[in-house]
């Protein structure tokens, strides 16, 4: 750390010797409590304490030696409460150089003009200019943060506030002693960076992370249960709950809260409903059975009461660090009365009124109210303290309700309404973020320059397509490849699955059935191509699935037999599914190990 801090600083005076550039230099809390010392070192005083993501500036370039408590590292002399000075070990205190205190690019254009007359800097009228021009109805308004970027970023990169579903190592912070929550891992600050930056998510897409999640009275009533169904697209849970835009409905009647948002939300925590392993494989999740208890019954309410008949469709006040989320889940319907009369109807709607007014008030009420600032609390309007009373850990949530709100609007021919978006301006931004592809770029280390006019090129924002390279999308959605083929597929899995795990990295995929259909629904199959941004395409392999159609069965079996008898010899894909064992060639193991699956005695290992 003294290292890279030391030559940080060094690199600047140099500069502002020889340029005659008088930079200020600024740092920001990296650590819970940061004490400040009268002296460099832990044998002196505290004379004040700074929190996580606050800022204080440089008093002084000079460092200062070690004397007590810093691990051999330099102190930095900083100020505090208008004129006070301190010192602070520069192992919590990241330095950075503050940028321009204005931005002096020219708006031309009729779009730049008016966002420029908002007070959006000139890094955002490049993207938003371009959704405006292909979509003349809609609205966006700033949010002016008052935040500095790098603050934020720290505060939010925290161990345990911002996780990922990821292997990716350049993504994970190993600095942080709780790694995994239910498979999910802590971040680094380089994707938290990204994902911070609005001006990643200016497309089509996920703009909607930007709406208001308020009923809006402009979309009548069958528009917004069209809109519930074609989010959920027939999939299982609107197949066994088929009343459920009905519910939606109503509770954003009832409480004021957008049906869309409400189903998004719904659809982010619970997906299509249904459990995928364990004893009650492809029925619905417990937090919407309704028969909880009645399957575990050792699973009951704090006071021994039953959790049947109560229903918690957000997962509210269940977290991914507590074990059985579930559990959780339903013990808080029971304290909130989610439920309880015996009657589905009557339980579920009150589930899902009783939820989404629990997040309006919570969070929209708040100053909360677009799926981005539950994610990143940075409204300095809000009613609780910056960076608190987030929503969700997951930090790729927000893009991925943004996704499905979009693709609802789309199959309804909606995008022509006027939406109106809510984007947060932060002071001391860098030119652009970029998710890391190395170990050298995981830890975000911006300048916080602003963009100026005559920066050309770099006033553009890098797509979510080439951000990562194939592979670390790949590794990152869980995935793995052997020469030209794609697996870690398991049986039953959907073609949307895919593509939203794919899309979570920040790639983009075409999937093509056995058939060279492009596919945007169903289940996957041995044989299906998978093609990424760039035409990098591979062939999916789903050990034990030789006929291509998803499953593990007796079809398969008997292909594996009449291969390795030579009546019908397999090839590609097919052949390399076939070897169960993966240990090179297909033989009788193999047609054990998937006799074996069929029965459910082992399954094959993907």
């Not at 909606?414 to 947060?424: G, H, K, Q, S």
Request: aromatic share 12%.
């Amino acid at each position: 750390m003294k290292k890279r801090m030391s030559y940080f600083l060094y690199t600047i005076l140099l500069f502002m010797c020889f340029t005659n550039v008088h930079a200020a230099l600024y740092g920001v809390v990296n650590t819970d409590v940061l004490r400040v010392r009268s002296g460099p070192g832990t044998n002196y005083d505290i004379v004040a304490n700074l929190t996580i993501g606050q800022t204080s500036d440089l008093a002084t370039t000079t460092h200062f030696a070690d004397e007590s408590g810093c691990s051999g590292q330099d102190w930095y002399q900083i100020t505090y409460s208008g004129n006070k000075t301190g010192y602070v070990c520069s192992l919590y205190f990241d330095v950075y150089e503050r940028g321009a205190s204005s931005d002096n690019k020219t708006a031309t254009t009729a779009c730049e003009q008016e966002l420029a007359s908002k007070g959006f800097p000139s890094s955002y009228w490049s993207g938003l200019c371009a959704l405006k021009n292909n979509h003349p109805n809609w609205n966006f308004e700033k949010i002016n943060t008052d935040v500095d970027f790098n603050a934020a970023v720290s505060a939010e990169s925290s161990c345990g506030k911002n996780v990922m579903s990821t292997s990716n190592s350049n993504y994970i912070n190993t600095n942080c002693s709780r790694t995994d929550y239910s498979g999910y891992k802590t971040i680094s600050s380089g994707v938290v960076a990204y994902y911070l930056d609005p001006r990643n998510f200016f497309n089509d897409t996920n703009i909607f992370m930007f709406e208001s999640q308020y009923y809006n009275n402009n979309i009548n009533d069958d528009s917004y249960r069209e809109t519930t169904s074609k989010i959920y697209n027939g999939n299982f849970i609107i197949t066994q709950i088929p009343s459920l835009p009905n519910y939606i409905l109503q509770a954003g009647k009832s409480t004021g809260m957008s049906p869309v948002a409400i189903t998004s939300r719904i659809y982010q925590e619970l997906g299509n409903g249904k459990l995928t392993s364990g004893q009650y494989s492809g029925q619905l999740y417990s937090a919407i059975s309704g028969n909880y208890t009645s399957r575990y019954p050792g699973k009951v309410a704090t006071d021994g009461h039953s959790l049947d008949n109560y229903y918690n469709f957000y997962n509210i006040n269940a977290f991914d660090s507590s074990g059985d989320i579930t559990y959780d889940a339903l013990k808080y319907a029971y304290s909130q009365n989610w439920g309880g009369t015996g009657n589905s109807d009557t339980d579920r709607q009150t589930a899902i009124t009783g939820g989404a007014n629990w997040i309006k008030n919570r969070y929209l009420d708040a100053g909360q109210k677009t799926a981005y600032l539950q994610k990143f609390n940075v409204n300095p309007n809000v009613k609780t303290s910056l960076y608190m009373n987030q929503y969700m850990t997951n930090v790729v949530a927000p893009k991925s309700e943004s996704s499905t709100i979009y693709k609802a609007y789309s199959n309804l021919n909606m995008l022509n309404a006027a939406f109106t978006f809510y984007i947060p301006v932060f002071e001391n931004m860098p030119s652009v973020t970029n998710l890391p592809t190395s170990s050298n770029d995981k830890n975000y280390n911006g300048t916080g320059s602003i963009v100026s006019s005559d920066s050309g090129s770099n006033n553009s924002i890098a797509s979510d397509s080439n951000v990562a390279s194939v592979s670390s999308i790949i590794a990152g959605a869980g995935l793995s490849t052997s020469g030209n083929y794609i697996t870690k597929i398991n049986p039953g899995t959907d073609v949307a699955t895919i593509k939203a795990a794919v899309e979570n990295m920040g790639g983009s995929v075409t999937i093509q059935n056995n058939s060279g259909k492009t596919v945007n629904s169903g289940t996957i199959g041995t044989g299906f191509k998978i093609i990424f941004s760039g035409n990098t395409t591979y062939t999916a392999v789903i050990y034990g699935d030789i006929s291509g159609d998803g499953k593990i069965n007796s079809l398969d079996l008997l292909k594996a037999q009449k291969h390795i008898l030579k009546s019908s010899i397999l090839s590609g894909s097919n052949v390399t599914a076939a070897d169960a064992s993966k240990d090179g060639k297909v033989n009788s193991l193999d047609l054990l190990k998937i006799q074996k699956d069929i029965l459910g005695s082992a399954k094959i290992a993907q």
